[in-house]
């Protein structure tokens, strides 16, 4: 496994980040020891990263998988607090559920702007100071919008930035893969410490994936790559494709041929622009919701591209 150190931060991590969203109650729902067991199985392989947020709920996946080794895994949350005591009782909580008396790199998530920077500034003021007690080694943000990514740059507390990025663009909320590469240059330049997320357009882009991912593993501005990982076999395969191992063809084909299903998300508005771009009449709405008929669906990944609220994913 390789690893990089995220800008001017000096923490050192692998290149592929286990994106904790999938094993957790949003996603696959496994079990505490089934999930902890994924990341350990991640974690004996080389990767040093997890990437998780308050949302996610899976805290307590990462206490159990870090037993034993809390100093070595670099850790990064994130939350939505906007207020002092918002922060602090998000910073506390995700204190108290990995088992430690600080954490790695903590963030606002999903920034949009600086609007949107500035209207949480109380929030940030916290963690601020928190980095000086000790309680951070990092700040961030992670966010969907180029806009966001432009305002983090020149914010000099602002250290960590994770921002969405893949080869077609799928999720990037104000613009296209050139406006937010633009953005990332100009950070990069800057000093922060960048990782993607999204590699894999939520899934949309697994017909595509190997190219999707040699796309991001050659932008020299990512130090990492979170990707969301729900079995020993995707694990296996990921560390070997990272590390450019030989990746055995079984193991190939258990990946490529492990049951998908397609996930809309609770923050589905209901716009009904993944209904009109379904071809095969899978989406339909019901209230205020997008549903799937499962036996209709291709699991083609056309519907997430047009999504504005990257709302649908192949998981």
Same mark, same amino acid.
């Given at each position: 496994?390789?690893? $990089?150190? %995220?800008?001017?931060t000096g923490?050192?991590?692998? $290149? %592929?980040?286990? #994106?904790?969203? &999938?094993? #957790?109650?949003?996603? /696959?729902?496994l079990t505490i020891a089934e999930g902890a067991a994924v990341i350990s199985r991640a974690l004996d392989q080389g990767v040093n990263f997890i990437?998780? @947020?308050?949302?996610?709920? &899976?805290?307590? *996946?990462i206490q159990r998988a870090i037993q034993g080794r809390r100093q070595d895994v670099v850790i990064c949350s994130k939350c939505y607090a906007y207020t002092r005591e918002g922060m602090q009782e998000s910073l506390e909580a @995700?204190?108290? #559920?990995?088992? $430690?008396? *600080?954490? +790695?790199?903590?963030?606002? !998530?999903?920034?949009?702007?600086l609007l949107t920077l500035k209207g949480h500034w109380e929030a940030l003021e916290y963690l601020f100071e928190a980095k000086k007690k000790g309680q951070v080694r990092a700040v961030g943000i992670s966010t969907h919008h180029v806009a966001a990514v432009q305002a983090a740059?020149?914010?000099?507390?602002?250290?960590?930035? !994770?921002?969405i990025i893949n080869i077609a663009g799928i999720g990037i909320a104000d613009g296209g893969v050139e406006d937010m590469l633009a953005a990332i240059r100009r950070a990069h330049q800057a000093g922060k410490g960048i990782y993607g997320m999204k590699a894999l357009g939520g899934g949309n882009l697994l017909p595509r994936s190997q190219e999707a991912l040699d796309y991001v593993l050659g932008l020299p501005e990512l130090a990492s790559i979170a990707v969301g990982m729900q079995n020993f076999a995707e694990v +296996?395969?990921?560390?070997? *494709?990272?590390?450019? @191992?030989?990746?055995?063809?079984?193991l190939s084909q258990r990946v490529a041929q492990q049951a998908r299903r397609l996930h809309i998300e609770e923050w589905c508005q209901g716009c #009904? @622009?993944?209904? +009109? =771009?379904?071809?095969?009449?899978?989406?339909? %709405? /019901?209230?205020? =919701?997008? =549903?799937v008929k499962t036996e209709l669906c291709r699991l083609c990944g056309y519907c997430g591209a047009v999504c504005p609220m990257f709302a649908i994913k192949v998981i």
């Open positions: 496994m390789e690893y $990089r150190v %995220l800008g001017d923490i050192k991590v692998s $290149r %592929l980040c286990f #994106g904790a969203l &999938t094993i #957790g109650p949003l996603q /696959a729902n990437d998780t @947020a308050e949302l996610y709920r &899976t805290y307590p *996946y @995700a204190l108290r #559920g990995i088992q $430690r008396d *600080y954490i +790695d790199i903590f963030m606002l !998530h999903e920034q949009e702007s740059a020149e914010i000099p507390e602002i250290e960590v930035i !994770h921002p +296996d395969y990921n560390i070997r *494709y990272f590390s450019k @191992a030989y990746i055995p063809e079984e #009904g @622009a993944c209904v +009109d =771009r379904c071809g095969a009449k899978a989406l339909f %709405l /019901a209230g205020e =919701r997008v =549903r």
